[in-house]
């Protein structure tokens, strides 16, 4: 759900017109939500038919392919354009006539003129394949060498494989066919209707032939969710029987590579897939409309999942091909069921622009989550959610670039952007708030009416609200100002009145204009106290209440709610059952407690320990009192989902909210209480948890390094720890922090290389490689990420790139001179308009966001204000005004980051002092 061309790309070869405004127009690749509306009134599409040849892709050395594509709509007006950004157009026809295609074809568009009420368009052109994730990526596999391809395309990569109107409210039906090797599966949305074998010299091109395979038209859908797939994958077949549904029978596929076939826990995933046909049928009650229900586990994949009907794609990293803990599976089921309420919620009903993308990705988050928890026996699905997808949201919401639900989506690169926790994890929030407030049978109602009254066509959000209102009977307008059109997070605050008596107190700004909002919340008000025969907070009372938008302050008094006796370790929670979205301002008494015994349900647990790191992240508690925290109580909580959670948080809070001065004792008890903690424990999920993050501290903090190489050799006997399996996932990461301070080399990364080449060993050994301690390793490394190749010339693929990125952030000030590192970050600066313009938005975002210089500390004495990189970045943003907007975002949201970093530094070393 990501990654398209920047407006400056040159990528395409084809040249251009001459120039004038005209050309300007044809070389634009950046779409504009009013070029969008003006097409849209403009034309009709009636249905594509594209044929894509992939003859020679297994032949690494052809580097593009043909297509041919033919459109058929309808016009009001005599020119039109569509979208391209491939490699050049041999031909273009418009209503049987030829074009010059030296006038009509721009680097990202084709001028489509003199047409008719009824149109007929034909193109003959070249496409690339792909190294970066968009469009249509080609990998081969390490391990034997096999090929294979997938697409990828939201927002608007579809344009980079055929020639198409790339916008969400063009549907139109399309019909595909691929000419590949007969003993590949090809594959697209629609079933395989026919398949012909190809004669004559193209047939010798592989060892068992070609064939053109053809696929039943779609009904109508937006060119983002059209998808191509080609390749030896392994596959298995089975069915759901909908008849309990008033439906057909479902054919399904499971599809990943051959060399992961070993791995592929096929049968969960089907069964997973039965349960959440069944819980959407019932929730939903409109038919599954796509036909057929593949799933694809693809390499390289830039998402974690894409609803394409009929052709789901996957990361392959939920291929489990090394140990899994129960909280990657309830992950894994959690995407699976996100992408399938996507077959109704952006599928069968799209949005008309990327205004309105909430109305898919909100709520296929929600239902996804829902789905988990009662369709399946996963329990922690609401706990997952509480402690780490609106952890995504808060951290989104209190930038300078939040933005309201219902986004101000001005083109395609702020499309792009906007895929991010506050359209997913705010959204999703907002509509559990919703059915609490408005009653879950209203909320299915009014989503069972959108369905019907939209399928196959646009909505927008008055067309929800309009479905909501007949379902509640209320008018929902309010509601939606507040919640779906005003930006920022809520704040909710539990006190104690004279009397024992519970007040809730909820407050809000509005970050575009600093007015309060008042939001309407349903909250459940708990109060948790001291059990002190079992000797953890247990809940003594919890009672839902409306609370009242408009009191005075925003209290509302909770009835018949008492605080335990004074002197009694207590907690109150003001959003104890986790039902609404919104920041907790924790009283005193509170965090004392929380900080000091074990809570014993486990939703709250999740709410309160999210609470504390929400507070670590604004200074308002020390970043050493979480970690010792996590460290004593932490490592105690059941559900792993909740300990890796805090896990990454205690090492965040460790290399970037404390003091330089006090880290490193911190970080060496921190990483001495998780190898003491592996021998704690025999084996499962906690251990493991505890020995990735023992890895990745180890990275920063040697005292461990004995123990990490002698878990590499064999000797966790001799160290006294059971049960835990160093796969392949673990001995690269240990390797990976043994690299970084200089105690393995490349010979030694070589070796475990060659020891199992695989894609997974092919990414961490050039993470590792980049991670050496050596002023020269760490320049190339960067001159590698800037220019997007390797040492020999060759572009880095999306996770290539990463991993070279990461690398060279490891331990980089402790490893080069001061002059380098400050070289570094002129050289960063002074390069990112030429990476935004030479690099996809998706390649180029990785770039930008890694190698931002902001792993700083704060002198004794100095003010955030003051560093260095603050007045650089700064610098650069005044100097740049007119630099692209979605880079200048980026390099925004960056210098808050840092910001934050030192703010909490400067707070915890006052307290310190103090």
């Not at 926790?421 to 999703?428: E, L, N, V």
């Not at 879950?440 to 609200?465: I, P, Q, V």
């Not at 919640?483 to 024992?500: I, K, M, Y």
């Not at 380098?820 to 030429?834: C, G, H, M, R, W």
Request: include cysteine.
């Amino acid at each position: 759900m990501r990654t398209m061309p920047n407006a400056d790309s040159s990528s395409p070869t084809q040249p251009s017109p001459s120039t004038g405004r005209e050309s300007l127009a044809l070389d634009r690749s950046n779409l504009s939500r009013e070029e969008a509306a003006h097409r849209s009134a403009a034309i009709e599409v009636a249905s594509y038919d594209v044929h894509v040849d992939f003859s020679r892709a297994a032949d690494l050395s052809a580097t593009t392919y043909p297509v041919r594509t033919r459109i058929e709509f309808a016009a009001k007006e005599p020119e039109t354009f569509l979208d391209y950004l491939g490699d050049h157009v041999r031909s273009l026809r418009i209503n049987g006539t030829d074009v010059d295609v030296r006038t009509a074809v721009g680097a990202s568009r084709l001028r489509l003129s003199g047409l008719q009420e009824h149109n007929t368009v034909e193109i003959d052109s070249v496409s690339v394949y792909s190294r970066s994730g968009e469009g249509l990526h080609r990998f081969s596999d390490p391990a034997d060498g096999k090929v294979y391809l997938y697409t990828q395309y939201e927002p608007a990569d579809s344009r980079r494989v055929f020639p198409v109107f790339e916008q969400p409210d063009l549907k139109a039906r399309f019909r595909f066919s691929i000419t590949g090797p007969s003993s590949w599966e090809l594959r697209s949305n629609g079933a395989e209707i026919s398949r012909s074998q190809v004669p004559g010299e193209a047939a010798n091109l592989t060892d068992a032939g070609l064939v053109t395979v053809t696929f039943a038209e779609t009904p109508p859908i937006p060119s983002y969710i059209t998808a191509l797939l080609a390749g030896p994958y392994h596959r298995v077949d089975a069915q759901w029987d909908g008849s309990g549904h008033g439906a057909g029978s479902i054919d399904m596929a499971l599809l990943c590579r051959e060399s992961l076939a070993p791995h592929f826990d096929a049968e969960e995933l089907a069964d997973l897939t039965r349960r959440g046909l069944d819980f959407f049928h019932r929730e939903f009650a409109y038919p599954y409309p796509w036909g057929k229900y593949d799933q694809v586990f693809v390499p390289e994949y830039n998402l974690g999942a894409m609803e394409n009907p009929g052709l789901v794609t996957f990361t392959e990293s939920y291929v489990f091909d090394t140990a899994a803990t129960q909280a990657q599976h309830g992950a894994r089921a959690e995407t699976l069921f996100h992408e399938m309420a996507h077959m109704w919620f952006g599928d069968l009903v799209t949005m008309g622009w990327w205004d309105d993308l909430w109305l898919k990705e909100s709520f296929a988050d929600y239902m996804g989550s829902l789905a988990v928890d009662e369709a399946t026996d996963w329990g922690t699905a609401w706990i997952a959610f509480a402690n780490g997808r609106k952890a995504w949201a808060y951290v989104q919401d209190q930038l300078p670039t939040t933005h309201p639900i219902v986004a101000d989506i001005a083109d395609l690169e702020a499309a792009d952007q906007n895929f991010d926790g506050i359209t997913y994890a705010k959204g999703a929030s907002v509509l559990k708030q919703l059915a609490a407030f408005a009653g879950r049978e209203a909320f299915r109602s009014a989503t069972r009416t959108y369905f019907a009254r939209h399928a196959f066509g646009n909505a927008s959000l008055r067309d929800f609200l309009a479905c909501l209102e007949e379902a509640t009977g209320q008018d929902m307008r309010s509601w939606a100002q507040a919640w779906l059109q005003t930006a920022g997070v809520p704040v909710l605050a539990a006190e104690e009145e004279d009397g024992g008596a519970i007040a809730v107190l909820a407050s809000g700004e509005d970050p575009a204009t600093g007015a309060g909002v008042a939001r309407p919340h349903v909250v459940a008000v708990g109060v948790h106290s001291l059990d002190v025969s079992a000797g953890q907070l247990t809940r003594q009372a919890s009672q839902r209440v409306a609370l009242d938008p408009q009191a005075p302050e925003g209290r509302t008094v909770v009835q018949g709610l008492i605080a335990p006796e004074a002197g009694i370790p207590r907690l109150l929670l003001p959003n104890d059952e986790d039902l609404t979205y919104a920041k907790l301002s924790v009283d005193p008494d509170s965090v004392a407690a929380a900080l000091t015994y074990p809570i014993a349900d486990p939703l709250a647990r999740a709410t309160v320990w999210a609470s504390l790191w929400s507070m670590v992240r604004d200074a308002d508690l020390p970043a050493g009192t979480f970690v010792e925290a996590v460290m004593r109580l932490g490592l105690e909580i059941p559900e792993v989902i909740v300990v890796q959670s805090l896990l990454r948080q205690a090492d965040e809070a460790l290399a970037s909210f404390t003091p330089e001065e006090g880290r490193n004792e911190l970080e060496q008890r921190f990483a001495g209480r998780l190898a003491q903690f592996l021998t704690e424990v025999s084996g499962g999920d906690l251990q493991r948890a505890a020995a990735r993050s023992l890895a990745r501290i180890s990275r920063r903090e040697p005292s461990q390094l004995d123990l990490l190489a002698t878990l590499l050799d064999g000797g966790a006997d001799e160290l006294g720890i059971e049960g835990l399996t160093v796969d392949e996932e673990l001995r690269w990461s240990f390797l990976q922090a043994l690299c970084a301070h200089g105690r393995a080399d490349a010979d030694a990364l070589d070796r475990e290389l060659r020891r199992r080449t695989t894609a997974r060993a092919r990414i961490a050994h050039r993470l590792a490689l980049a991670a050496r301690p050596d002023d020269v390793v760490k320049s190339a490394a960067f001159e590698q990420a800037l220019s997007g190749r390797d040492a020999e010339g060759a572009e880095l693929s999306n996770d290539h790139l990463t991993a070279t990125i990461d690398g060279f952030r490891i331990r980089l000030r402790q490893t080069v001179p001061a002059r380098s590192v400050e070289a570094f970050t002129e050289e960063y600066f002074a390069s990112l308009e030429d990476v935004w313009s030479r690099m996809s938005q998706g390649q180029a975002t990785r770039v930008v966001e890694g190698l931002f210089p902001g792993s700083q500390d704060l002198a004794p004495g100095e003010l955030p204000e003051s560093h260095d990189v603050v007045v650089r970045t700064r610098g650069w943003l005044e100097e740049h005004i007119d630099a692209p907007s979605a880079l200048r975002r980026i390099i925004v949201e960056e210098l808050d980051h840092l910001l934050r970093r030192l703010t909490a530094q400067h707070r915890n070393r006052s307290r310190a002092g103090s």
